[in-house]
């Protein structure tokens, strides 16, 4: 969540992004971290949601959790939508297509069907996205709830010398499922409200494998481990990535799916990047701190308030000759530090705030 303001920084000086605003200063740098980032920041947010929702639903009903799980996504997904995001795109329309030194992207919203569609959410689209994982998830449930794997299974799949198979299996299947967006899925989940299809189909795979990864498999320390093999693998599956990327000649989000082979690598690279940094955080970060529960706790809010920050604060330094990483870098520190703030002064004593902004009760 707290990369979200890093990434919407960069977008801001990319070469290829087209994003709310773009300064007239731009680098390929800001591209290349872009694609990083978006290789496995929401591939591991997804995952990880998949898998504490099998946690979770073993020990709650499932239409209990379902419900519970609506109040806080969507009651923030609605306030932020309304005070936040639609707000800002007016803005957009005001000020498009130039002010200052920046390009100004006009609202998509421009037809009914358009705000059915989603046009709205903006930065929001993943607690959509993850609504309707919880309710496919559901139906998972139902059909795998007696399924039981044993120990010497899972403890061989997890093993060193089958990680290659794991690997290979867990790229087929995030390949079989992203295709089904190009064979007829597109079409078929159009008429859903407020989905993108397409983020739909490319998350699902890793939201699925971190739900079965937890029927699969007791403890994160059973499959989230460091060896040289993985490392390699890693290494080279991501310099294979990110060569074809820099030789291609398609934006970001096209060469994810370029061809088949591109579609592999992606797979492999989220999933390996995913289960080192499990591994790294399970074996030297996770412990119980004050420090790691402020941060979680502020997450939400940060990432839910820092996009008009971004945007405003990006449409100010527009106007100025700084360089352009010293703008990056302001913007990334005022957008986080003003909505870690808002967070802290405002959220945590507010209980309307607090249900409004993380859908808390308490």
Known sequence: MLLGVVIHAGFVYTVEQKWLIKDSATHQLFDYLVFW?????????????????????????????L??????????????????????????????????????????CQTMYDIYAGCWASHLWFLVTLIYFFMTAHFVHLLTRRLRVNERV???????????????ALSG???AVQSLWWRGGNELFSHLPFLWTLSYFQYLPFFLAGFLFARLFC???????LSPARLGALVVSWGGLFYLYVAGSVGRVQFYFSDFVVTLLYYAVAFQIITFLVAVFVRYVHVPSARTAS?????????????????????????????LLLKFLLIVLVASSLSIAFHYWLVRRSAILRFAVNGRYR
């Open 219 to 225: 403890r994160l320390q059973d499959w989230a481990v």
């Open 67 to 108: 419900g519970s799980r609506l109040v806080r996504i969507g009651i923030p997904l609605i306030v932020a939508a309304i005070l936040l995001n639609i707000p800002q795109l007016l803005i957009s329309d005001w000020l498009a297509p130039a002010f200052g030194q920046a390009r100004i992207t006009e609202s998509p």
């Open 173 to 175: 299947f995030g390949y």
């Open 154 to 168: 899972s403890r061989t799949v997890a093993a060193a010398w089958c990680w290659p198979l794991l690997l290979l």
């Open 37 to 65: 980032i978006n290789v496995f920041r929401m591939p591991a947010f997804f995952f990880l949601s998949g898998l504490l929702f099998a946690m979770v639903v073993i020990r709650k009903a499932p239409l209990a959790f």
């Open 295 to 323: 941060v979680v706790d502020a997450s939400y809010t940060v990432y839910l308030v820092h996009h008009p920050l971004v945007f405003g604060v990006a449409l100010l330094l527009s106007f100025t000759n700084v360089p």
